[in-house]
């Protein structure tokens, strides 16, 4: 059965930090999605990663992907209030399949 | 509206009623999905669709149905409401070409009495 697990699946963090959310797979796939979603509000896409050893960075997120351990990585870098959401990383087969999701809390 | 939308936004309707929720997307893309989203289960697929006229089941397809007669349009039908179908669905569209990135419509809040 395919699995998609992400940890940890509550983060806070203090503002200046650097932290990185993990998201496991259990079968083989060179299609990995990472979400982000602020309460109440719908999901927003933040990376699509398509090969192995794929990584991508956007502002202070960078998400890697190494598909020989069935890992991706989003990264965080020096953490601000606004990145506080949750965060979803996402398996592509024929269907779609998300983790659990992190919700992250950036304190002061 | 350009993008991909959603209606209605909220519906409160009773046990045994049938629901649809209406999904247009205005790129043309060649997937749709449907997901439910629940607290504790994070988002589950409940049918895609790879084009018009293909439709396959997802995570939890069990009291739902699809259809997909055109490209922009993929209605989600509930045919005998249950309480356990009370959640926030999201459609979303993903076209074939390039990274594949999928994008979400703005959701619909539905509560089953």
Known sequence: ?108 | DAGITQSPRYKITETGRQVTLMCHQTWSHSYMFWYRQDLGHGLRLIYYSAAADITDKGEVPDGYVVSRSKTENFPLTLESATRSQTSVYFCASMGVAGDNEQFFGPGTRLTVL
């Open chain 1, 1 to 108: 059965e395919l699995k998609v697990e992400q940890n940890p699946l509550f983060l806070s963090m203090q503002e200046g930090k650097n932290y990185t959310i993990y998201c496991n797979y259990s079968t083989t796939s060179d299609r990995l999605y990472w979400y982000r979603q602020d309460p109440g509000k719908s999901l927003e896409s933040l990376f699509v990663l398509l090969s192995n050893g794929a990584v991508k960075q956007e502002g202070r997120l960078m998400a890697s992907l190494d598909t020989k351990a069935r890992l991706s990585t989003l990264h965080i870098t020096a953490a601000v209030h606004d990145l506080s959401a949750t965060y979803f990383c996402a398996l592509r087969l024929n269907d779609m399949r998300f983790g659990a999701g992190t919700r992250l809390t950036v304190k002061p």
